[in-house]
T-cell receptor, first 114, second 113 residues
Framework: AQSVTQPDIHITVSEGASLELRCNYS??????LFWYVQSPGQGLQLLLK??????LVQGIKGFEAEFKRSQSSFNLRKPSVHWSDAAEYFC????????????FGTGTRLQVTL | GAGVSQSPSNKVTEKGKDVELRCDPI?????LYWYRQSLGQGLEFLIY????????KSGLPSDRFSAERTGGSVSTLTIQRTQQEDSAVYLC???????????FGPGTRLTVL
């Protein structure tokens, strides 16, 4: 069964600083990988996705993520964080040939200081 | 176009009562999912619909939980005899197909007193 680990529960960065959120997955084949963002009281918004091909994926709001098969990682990055980026970020894997669902990590809460 | 909508946005109920949560997917989306988000358990999958059938119900936590989908569109999640541990945000998502990205609604916050 697939699983996702987000090792950082909470991260604080200064506005304008760079950001990297870590995500490690467990799945036997090439996974479908996603990053979602959730602002307080809101649903989940898709930032970016990886299905195949180029391992560096560009998303919305200036985010990018790199798929590294050798490290089973799909880390999310942004060169310069804005105060409006404060939210909770979820990495997810799926669906697979046998499971239709998305399996989510536990999330990383991002706080941005001015 | 319109996204996924859910109603009600908030529901407060007493322990033992039944509740119904509604999801309106994006028009034309054949796949529909229900997830639950709670403090202790994070984001959990509940059930997947393809059209009106549910080939994957593996995430429903007990037989108090059921869901249906009619006309390949609207879905209702029903929780019978609610318990305090059912308190959570219930999220609905839809997609154009099994392998397509899932679009999420704003959720229904359920509080069981």
């Amino acid at each position: 069964a697939q699983s996702v680990t987000q090792p950082d529960i909470h991260i604080t960065v200064s506005e304008g600083a760079s950001l990297e959120l870590r995500c490690n997955y467990s799945y036997g084949a090439t996974p479908y990988l996603f990053w979602y963002v959730q602002s307080p009281g809101q649903g989940l918004q898709l930032l970016l996705k990886y299905f195949s091909g180029d391992t560096l994926v560009q998303g919305i709001k200036g985010f990018e993520a790199e798929f590294k098969r050798s490290q089973s990682s799909f880390n999310l990055r942004k060169p310069s964080v804005h105060w409006s980026d404060a939210a909770e970020y979820f990495c997810a894997v799926g669906p697979t040939g046998t499971a239709s669902k998305l399996t989510f990590g536990t999330g990383t809460r991002l706080q941005v200081t001015l | 176009g319109a996204g996924v909508s859910q109603s009600p946005s908030n529901k407060v109920t007493e322990k033992g009562k039944d509740v119904e949560l509604r999801c309106d997917p994006i028009s034309g989306h054949t796949a529909l999912y229900w997830y639950r988000q709670s403090l202790g358990q994070g984001l959990e999958f509940l059930i997947y619909f393809q059209g009106n059938s549910a080939p994957d119900k593996s995430g429903l936590p007990s037989d108090r939980f059921s869901a249906e989908r009619t006309g390949g569109s609207v879905s209702t999640l029903t929780i019978q005899r609610t318990q305090q541990e059912d308190s959570a945000v219930y999220l609905c998502a839809s997609s154009g197909g099994y392998w397509d990205e899932q679009f999420f609604g704003p959720g229904t916050r359920l509080t069981v007193l």
